[in-house]
T-cell receptor, first 114, second 111 residues
Framework: AQSVTQPDIHITVSEGASLELRCNYS??????LFWYVQSPGQGLQLLLK??????LVQGIKGFEAEFKRSQSSFNLRKPSVHWSDAAEYFC????????????FGTGTSLTVIP | DADVTQTPRNRITKTGKRIMLECSQT?????MYWYRQDPGLGLRLIYY???????NKGEISDGYSVSRQAQAKFSLSLESAIPNQTALYFC??????????FGPGTRLTVT
């Protein structure tokens, strides 16, 4: 069965520090992979996506993620965090063989301290 | 205008009441989805529809029903609301490549 694990429920970083949010998935074939961000009281905004090709993908707001098939991971990174990055981040896997159903991780809440 | 809209945005209702959440999209996508979000649980799929005549149950469909009135409209109903259905509900559409586009959400409180 498909599943997504975000091991870190909550992360706190200082403004200007680097950030890495972990995501591991379980899926039998090559999945579609996504990262979404949700600011308080808001909907979900797509940060970046991986379908195929280059395993390092660039997204909006300076985020990037790397697909590592051997580790079943799709970790999100940002070299220098801004206070406005404080939000909840969700990793999702899209299952190609079941009508593009999405499976979401439980989310990582990011706090940015000055 | 937003590509995926949801009405209402907020709703408070009483236990046992019937309630409908509506979703409309202007993206021309065939595939539409309903999710609920609960703290610490992420988003879970309630129902999804590949086209007007194809509706499927998701992970947590019990207590919910849906109607796909047209390609652009997908409604979620709670026939008899209960307090543990208090949640944030999202509608989404999917393009042929699999990317999903989300509405702004409906915050439902059942008292």
């Amino acid at each position: 069965a498909q599943s997504v694990t975000q091991p870190d429920i909550h992360i706190t970083v200082s403004e200007g520090a680097s950030l890495e949010l972990r995501c591991n998935y379980s899926y039998g074939a090559t999945p579609y992979l996504f990262w979404y961000v949700q600011s308080p009281g808001q909907g979900l905004q797509l940060l970046l996506k991986y379908f195929s090709g280059d395993t390092l993908v660039q997204g909006i707001k300076g985020f990037e993620a790397e697909f590592k098939r051997s580790q079943s991971s799709f970790n999100l990174r940002k070299p220098s965090v801004h206070w406005s990055d404080a939000a909840e981040y969700f990793c999702a896997v899209g299952a190609r063989d079941t009508g593009n159903q999405f499976y979401f991780g439980t989310g990582t809440s990011l706090t940015v301290i000055p | 205008d937003a590509d995926v809209t949801q009405t209402p945005r907020n709703r408070i209702t009483k236990t046992g009441k019937r309630i409908m959440l509506e979703c409309s999209q202007t993206k021309g996508h065939d595939r539409m989805y309903w999710y609920r979000q609960d703290p610490g649980l992420g988003l879970r799929l309630i129902y999804y529809s590949f086209d007007v005549k194809d509706i499927n149950k998701g992970e947590i469909s019990d207590g919910y029903s849906v109607s796909r009135q047209a390609q652009a409209k997908f409604s979620l109903s709670l026939e008899s609301a209960i307090p543990n259905q208090t949640a944030l509900y999202f509608c989404a559409t999917s393009d042929p490549m699999g990317e999903q586009y989300f509405g702004p959400g409906t915050r439902l409180t059942v008292t």
